[in-house]
């Protein structure tokens, strides 16, 4: 009797060490999230948008529901500027110089683009969202 307990204690022991020790040595990079802004952005041609978010968070910015406007057009992208300061509307934000911490860009010249995901360190103020001949839907979370 006093075998099989000490069996079952040594099978349980086990199984406790394995669920702690297997999810904290397995670090994702995307762990956990909260929203911080969701954005739709872009329409026909070249469209500008900005979304000011807080400096002081590591984000992940998540671009879903890419569509095409029009199948006759050459170009559709999307480019994601993260910049040191609050841009402005109708401001390119490549005119940002210094002041751009990281560029991506979504698609290609020719044919579509993309859904994806980018992340960013802390020091992000807000983040300008230049389209061309496309809609998409942008949110942005908090990384911890």
């Known amino acids: 009797m006093k075998k099989m307990i000490s069996i079952i204690l040594g099978i349980v022991l086990i199984g406790l060490v394995i669920l702690i020790i297997i999810p904290s040595s397995s670090h994702v990079e995307n762990g956990p999230v ?23 968070d590591n984000l992940k910015v998540s671009i879903t529901n890419v569509t095409k406007i029009s199948d006759t057009t050459n170009v559709a ?16 934000p ?19 683009c993309f859904e994806g995901n980018i992340t960013y360190d802390k020091g992000v103020k ?19």
């Open 34 to 56: 909260t929203l911080v802004k969701e954005a739709d952005i872009g329409g026909d041609g070249t469209q500008i948008h900005f979304v000011t978010v807080s400096s002081d």
């Open 77 to 92: 992208e999307i480019k994601v500027f993260a910049l040191k300061i609050e841009g402005a509307n109708g401001q390119l």
């Open 94 to 112: 490549e005119s940002y110089g210094n002041n751009v911490i990281k560029k991506n860009k979504f698609g290609n010249l020719k044919t579509s």
């Open 126 to 144: 807000s983040f300008g969202f230049v389209t061309n001949n496309v809609k998409a839907h942008v949110t942005i979370l908090k990384r911890f």
